[in-house]
């Protein structure tokens, strides 16, 4: 079964950073591209970043370049976000997803884990 399990989620002040984990088992994971998505309370599922099999390409929503950096390990399967700078607009459960095209150009969720709550206080 396949199985993508993120943590790192919580309760921060505004200005202040998380790390968010997702370890990914029952695919194989160097050829998925993975990303990121949130749901704020009330709003839709958001694109917030992916990044490709390799590592070598990465895509960023616009609200959040230049804060958050995503990245992955393939040895330990797991893909990671740096989220810096966090405002309270940045509450929203965070979800990890992965594409079996390995590719970040229109990223496609072909599995999702549960998600993990991030809460930005002002």
């Known amino acids: 079964q396949v199985q993508l399990v993120e943590s790192g989620g919580g309760l921060v002040q505004a200005g202040g950073s998380l790390r968010l984990s997702c370890a990914a088992s029952g695919l194989a994971f160097s050829r998925y591209a993975m990303g990121w998505f949130r749901q704020a309370p009330g709003k839709g599922r958001e694109f917030v970043s992916a990044?490709?099999?390799?590592?070598?390409?990465?895509g960023y929503a616009d609200f959040v370049k230049g804060r958050f950096t995503i990245s992955r390990d393939n040895a330990k399967a797991t893909v990671y976000l740096q989220m810096n700078s966090l405002k309270p607009e940045d509450t929203a459960v965070y979800y990890c997803?992965?594409?079996?095209?390995?590719?970040?150009?229109?990223?496609?969720?072909?599995?999702w884990g549960q998600g993990t709550q991030v809460t930005v206080s002002s």
């Open positions: 990044i490709s099999w390799s590592g070598g390409s990465t």
């Open positions: 997803a992965a594409d079996r095209t390995g590719r970040v150009g229109n990223f496609r969720s072909d599995y």
